[in-house]
């Protein structure tokens, strides 16, 4: 019977021979503030929008999609206008 060999050598490496740290390291690095770290990014929204499940007709979901980017935005925006001309928002 023959042995599986590893598939990558491990390599030693010496902490002496580690890499200077640059300016581009510390520019990457985790921000702190006190002891907490700083998210970075977009700041979360103070009201986010809930996922679901939606059943469309395959003519209707072709049609939104060919009217290019931001056709959910879309969707949720004819919703809207609807839901306001019923008075129900």
Not at 4 to 18: E, G, I, L, V
Not at 26 to 42: C, M, P, T, V
Not at 61 to 74: I, K, V
């Amino acid at each position: 019977m023959t042995a599986k060999k590893r598939s990558t050598p491990t390599t030693w490496s010496d902490p002496d021979d580690a890499s200077e740290l640059t300016a581009e390291f510390f520019e990457s690095a985790d921000l702190y503030q006190g002891n907490k770290i700083q998210a970075r990014g977009r700041p979360k929204a103070a009201v986010t929008k809930e996922p679901i499940k939606l059943r469309l007709d395959p003519d209707v979901l072709a049609a939104l999609r060919a009217s290019g980017d931001g056709w959910q935005t879309r969707i949720n925006e004819t919703l809207r206008a609807s839901l306001r001309l019923a008075g129900r928002l």
